[in-house]
């Protein structure tokens, strides 16, 4: 049997788009959208400061809860890094400059060779953060370097550099907002968002950018490991909500970014099979 079908007309968008192509989003409505979130949650964490001795008492919740439950003492990770003054400084620094960069850095790129996950990087980034300030604001928390009971050194203090002032004449940002830590959080959604978006077969190695960072956070005083837990907690809402991407094609890396559904395999599946 010969079927016959009819030629799209000239200009439709049949001729026009391939299937699962997804459009670069407008480059200045995305500006004006991530300027604004980060405004948003700037000044939200503002909001949340001021609560000095709720920010304590929940520190020492937090550290109690930690030793009740067996988790390994900060303090180890953080005698690695006291070996030396220049490890403790590359710390500091490491957790002073590639947090924003990075981020900022990872959807530009996603913005300009994979547009469909740079919608679905957005989307979870914006989740996640809103969902944190919403715990800053119910929780805040002094981080452990502020904590006497943890016996912990404030690196950044003591060997620099460091991103925070004096906490009682700090403006510019909350220092009680350790919980959960969005270093970590949005470090692993970047990961997660590279390992997707790439083919090569060393694509899974961008999880040490999670690592590398929990790390750091922890070796530094500035979080507890409850932090980057719940900050895992909250990405995994984040993805339940918003969804997987689905794998990249064989011609990712091409303007639009086509996408290729994954028949017959969960999401997870497509997810650790991405780009093959």
Same mark, same amino acid.
Request: a positive charge; aromatic letters at 12%.
């Given at each position: 049997m010969n079927a016959r079908t009819e030629p799209a007309p000239a200009g439709s968008d049949a001729t026009a788009r391939p299937p699962h192509v997804i459009a670069r989003p407008p480059l200045v409505r995305e500006l004006l959208l991530v300027a604004g979130l980060f405004l948003v949650y700037k000044f939200g964490r503002q909001l949340a400061t001021g609560h000095t001795g709720e920010a304590f008492h929940n520190a020492h919740r937090v550290w109690d809860f930690e030793r009740a439950v067996r988790l390994p003492g900060e303090g180890a990770v953080q005698s690695l890094l006291l070996?030396?003054?220049?490890?403790?400084?590359?710390? #500091?620094?490491?957790?002073?400059?590639?947090?924003?960069?990075?981020?900022?850095?990872?959807?530009?790129?996603?913005?300009?060779?994979?547009?469909?996950?740079?919608?679905? /990087?957005?989307?979870?980034? /914006? /989740?996640?953060?809103?969902?944190?300030?919403?715990?800053?604001?119910?929780?805040? @928390? /002094?981080?452990?370097?502020?904590?006497?009971?943890?016996?912990?050194? &404030?690196?950044?203090?003591?060997?620099?550099? *460091?991103?925070?002032?004096?906490?009682?004449?700090? *403006?510019?940002? #909350?220092?009680?907002?350790?919980?959960?830590?969005?270093?970590?959080?949005?470090?692993?959604?970047?990961?997660?968002?590279?390992?997707?978006?790439?083919? *090569?077969?060393?694509?899974?190695?961008?999880? !040490?950018?999670?690592?590398?960072? @929990?790390?750091?956070?922890?070796?530094?005083? #500035?979080?507890?490991?409850? &932090?980057?837990?719940?900050?895992?907690? !909250?990405?995994?809402?984040?993805?339940?909500?918003v969804g997987l991407p689905y794998r990249t094609a064989t011609t990712a890396g091409r303007a639009h970014g086509t996408l290729v559904p994954a028949q017959g395999r969960t999401e997870e599946q497509a997810l650790a099979g991405a780009g093959r």
């Open positions: 070996h030396g003054d220049g490890l403790a400084h590359v710390a #500091n620094t490491y957790y002073a400059a590639v947090h924003f960069p990075a981020t900022v850095a990872f959807l530009v790129w996603l913005y300009l060779r994979r547009p469909a996950h740079y919608v679905w /990087a957005r989307r979870v980034l /914006a /989740a996640v953060t809103a969902a944190a300030l919403v715990l800053h604001l119910l929780f805040p @928390l /002094a981080p452990p370097r502020m904590l006497a009971a943890t016996g912990l050194v &404030d690196t950044s203090r003591v060997y620099g550099p *460091s991103v925070y002032g004096d906490p009682a004449t700090d *403006s510019l940002s #909350n220092q009680f907002a350790a919980m959960p830590s969005l270093h970590f959080g949005w470090a692993l959604t970047v990961a997660i968002g590279l390992i997707v978006a790439t083919r *090569s077969r060393w694509r899974r190695l961008w999880l !040490l950018h999670p690592l590398l960072t @929990l790390l750091v956070i922890v070796g530094t005083a #500035n979080h507890y490991w409850l &932090d980057a837990i719940v900050a895992t907690a !909250l990405l995994g809402l984040a993805l339940a909500v």
